[in-house]
């Protein structure tokens, strides 16, 4: 069975830093882009980067940019998601996810709350 | 950025009776590689997005058959044949064709 276990998060000032973290296994964790997604609260949601199986490649939404940086570990099966430079509009809970778009492939973590204020 | 939009945003709903959700893009979901990549989420209260349908039209694993998706290039929908009580949340369509990914408002679902 997949599981997505997120540790992290918690109360930061503005223009502070968090990192999350996200372990997962049940899956060849290796072989798989692994995806960062967010929700402000009770608001929609915005998916905010992924990455590539080795690491060597990333993508982020603009809002993000330059301030995020996602990695991953793949002998211990993690994947972090680095926050610097953090305002009130990060706030939200952020989810490391597994969406595969041509397969049955959909795994979410439980969340985790970051709160930028002062 | 493609903009989702859904509607309704709101949609009561008494158990036993259908219900139906319509999404539309800003731009063609159709991908180079021919594919239309349109994905609806359920949200249930407290709870992470939990994929229901992808590729317009299928269903991820575990998803019951009352629920149903159909459409093509700028304009989905998602049905639900008889609405359980366990189906109350929000539901997001999202398109997986374009970069950045991006999730309509949101529909809903309540029982009445």
């Known amino acids: 069975e997949v599981h997505l276990v997120q540790f992290g998060g918690g109360l930061v000032q503005p223009g502070g830093s968090l990192r999350l973290s996200c372990a997962a296994s049940?899956?060849?964790?290796?072989?798989?882009?692994m995806n960062w997604v967010r929700q402000a609260p009770g608001k929609g949601l915005e998916w905010v980067a992924n990455i590539h199986p080795d690491g060597t490649e990333t993508i982020y939404v603009d809002s993000v940019k330059g301030r995020f940086t996602v990695s991953r570990d793949n002998a211990k099966k993690s994947v972090d998601l680095q926050m610097n430079s953090l305002s009130a509009e990060d706030t939200g809970i952020y989810y490391c996810a597994r969406v595969y778009r041509e397969v049955d492939i959909s795994d979410w973590g439980q969340g985790a709350l970051v709160t930028v204020s002062s | 950025d493609v903009v989702m939009t859904q509607s309704p945003l709101s949609l009561p709903v008494t158990p036993g009776q259908p219900a139906s959700i319509s999404c539309r893009s800003s731009?063609?979901?159709?991908?180079?590689?021919?594919?239309?990549?349109l994905n609806w989420f359920h949200q249930g209260p407290g709870q992470s997005p939990r994929r229901l349908i992808y590729m317009v039209s299928n269903r991820d694993s575990g998803v019951p058959d009352r629920f149903s998706a159909s459409g093509s290039g700028t304009d989905f929908s998602l049905k639900i044949s008889r609405v359980e009580a366990e189906d109350v949340g929000v539901y997001y369509c999202?398109?997986?064709?374009?970069?950045?990914?991006?999730f309509g408002p949101g529909t809903k679902l309540e029982i009445k």
């Open positions: 731009q063609s979901l159709v991908h180079s590689d021919g594919n239309t990549y």
């Open positions: 999202m398109q997986h064709t374009h970069w950045p990914h991006t």
């Open positions: 049940g899956f060849n964790f290796n072989m798989y882009w």
